[in-house]
């Protein structure tokens, strides 16, 4: 499979409006998330499915769009995945809420294997699991080692927050950041931050976002459109941070062919770490281009 899009800021937008979903694609987000589940009532789940594939029909064919389907074990999840599925104008992957172990995205990839033969489809749809109970916290290393369709892990603040109860400032919440990141990095998935619990770009909104920067997070999602141009410029690596990791591989390169063994940049002692490092901020930028 090829390697996923760039996901610094990922807009969630319901299924059930219309207008939002007409003016999501030129609002510079990275992903428009589709949402058929919390922003969508019981009653208008089949007209928002209907919509949705009506979005994907229509769209700028430009912009990556990925569905937020309803929870495994809901009525509504295997009719959203099969109509998915089936669908020409698919979308760039399914996002799968309330994720708790590895047999969700198990139930989740038979569904999509035989709707994707039904519709003689080569190319498997990709699927991003939404990591927001606390059952889905504890087995997230093995949720991130259960599919090649998988490609991301999110974390779902709102519903997880209610989970565990207690302070949820930002301190609080390392814990889950670095459990999710870690079963990430350790299956070579992309870890995605959940969304600041409020439309405001204000000072939370920042410091989450920086927190999530700091992390190591490969993006986050917003709810509103206000929140996407500020994730763009703050998961985009600064021309000082390009320019560095550049100077990094270019030192190290030489000390390679050259057979030097310790290698000093700014007064800083490089090694193969920091090369990797700086070859991380490099994909970043060259991913944003």
């Keep these: 499979m090829s390697a996923p899009p760039p996901r610094r800021a990922c807009l969630s937008v319901p299924a059930s409006s219309q207008r939002k979903l007409a003016k999501a694609t030129g609002l510079g987000a990275d992903e428009i998330v ?3 589940e919390d922003a969508v009532v019981t009653a208008a789940k089949a007209e928002a499915r209907s919509a949705a594939v009506s979005t994907l029909r229509d769209g700028d064919g430009v912009t990556p769009v ?27 992957s399914v996002v ?27 190319a498997p749809l990709r699927v991003q699991a939404l990591i927001e109970t606390a059952a889905g916290l504890a087995r ?19 519903d997880l927050g209610a989970a565990l109860g207690g302070d949820r400032s930002l301190d609080a919440w390392a814990p889950a950041q670095h459990a999710l990141l870690l079963a990430a990095r350790a299956h070579g998935l992309q870890a995605i931050d959940g969304p600041h619990l409020g439309v405001a770009v204000d000072d939370a909104f920042h410091a989450g976002a920086r927190r999530a920067v700091e992390l190591g997070f490969d993006g986050k999602w917003a ?20 320019a560095h990791a550049e100077a990094v591989c270019a030192a190290l390169d030489r000390a390679e062919r050259d057979g030097t063994g310790a290698v000093e940049l700014e007064g800083e002692m490089l090694d193969e ?6 070859l991380g901020v490099l994909a970043r930028a060259s991913g944003a281009t």
């Design 34 to 36: 589709v949402d058929l």
């Design 66 to 92: 990925a569905v937020r389907v309803n929870a495994p074990r809901s009525p509504w999840c295997h009719e959203d995945l099969v109509a998915l599925a089936s669908l020409e104008a698919q979308p760039r």
């Design 96 to 122: 799968v809420p309330k994720v708790e172990s590895a047999g969700d995205i198990a139930f989740v990839e038979r569904l999509l294997d035989g709707a994707e033969a039904a519709a003689g489809r080569a």
């Design 140 to 158: 997230v290393d093995e949720i991130a080692a259960s599919s090649r369709r998988l490609e991301s892990l999110i974390l779902g603040y709102a």
């Design 223 to 242: 709810i509103h459109p206000s929140q996407v141009a500020p994730l763009v410029a703050a998961f985009t690596p600064s021309t000082e941070e390009i």
């Design 273 to 278: 770490a920091m090369r990797m490092r700086a």
